[in-house]
Antibody
Framework: VELVESGGGLIQPGGSLRLSCAASGFTVSGNYMSWVRQAPGKGLEWVSVIYTGGSTYYADSVKGRFTISRDNSKNTLYLQMNSLRAEDTAVYYC????????????????WGQGTTVTVSS | DIQMTQSPSTLFASVGDRVTITCRASQSISRWLAWYQQKPGKAPKLLIYKASSLDSGVPSRFSGSGSGTGFTLTISSLQPDDFATYYCQQYNSYSLTFGGGTKVEIK
């Protein structure tokens, strides 16, 4: 069971970037999948989650700019990031879990190693 | 959004000490509270879910308790590998939130 992120890099303010998170050992379609970020020297911040049924939720700080999605055929989770700002600079982690259901809620039990996004001119 | 407040932000302790970290939610989250451990340059690791359930492979010196708005993480006998930063997280709402973190340092 593993998650591997990719797609990070240096991008200018206002630019776009797409992060990928390839899963192995389980299916992204059968699990709640989340993105969490950590700015340099700061704590963890939840960014977004996609539910098994396709519903998506976002932190207010990224709503309208970021889009979470998945490709079931590639067993991969994505985070499309548009209109990037300096405050989006962080290590971005994907994680399994982070969703709530009627009787069971899911903590984040599998994490990727993270990919670094730096927004700077 | 539900706010999560952790205390203390930094904790100095010695090997063998009993350590307790507190997390408070701004509204009731039932028992939907997780604790994570993070070491520098590494991804967080799930320690405890549903307030008191130990994740697979986590040593039994870690324990969690609480419900509603008040929760604690206890390390019964601190080991060298436990010096790290610990985060609580509520997952009772569609919008998840983490506490600010508690860094456990060597006294």
């Amino acid at each position: 069971v593993e998650l591997v992120e990719s797609g990070g890099g240096l991008i200018q303010p206002g630019g776009s970037l797409r992060l990928s998170c390839a899963a192995s050992g389980f299916t992204v379609s059968g699990n709640y999948m989340s993105w969490v970020r950590q700015a340099p020297g700061k704590g963890l911040e939840w960014v977004s989650v996609i539910y098994t049924g396709g519903s998506t939720y976002y932190a207010d700080s990224v709503k309208g700019r970021f889009t979470i999605s998945r490709d079931n055929s590639k067993n991969t989770l994505y985070l499309q990031m548009n209109s990037l700002r300096a405050e989006d600079t962080a290590v971005y982690y994907c994680a399994r879990g982070g969703g709530i259901a009627a009787a069971v809620h899911y903590a984040m039990d599998v994490w990727g190693q993270g990919t670094t996004v730096t927004v700077s001119s | 959004d539900i706010q999560m407040t952790q205390s203390p932000s930094t904790l100095f302790a010695s090997v063998g000490d009993r350590v307790t970290i507190t997390c408070r939610a701004s509204q009731s989250i039932s028992r939907w509270l997780a604790w994570y451990q993070q070491k520098p340059g590494k991804a967080p690791k799930l320690l405890i879910y549903k307030a008191s359930s130990l994740d697979s492979g986590v040593p039994s010196r870690f324990s969690g308790s609480g419900s509603g708005t008040g929760f604690t993480l206890t390390i019964s006998s601190l080991q060298p590998d436990d010096f790290a930063t610990y985060y609580c997280q509520q997952y009772n709402s569609y919008s998840l939130t983490f506490g600010g973190g508690t860094k456990v340092e060597i006294k």
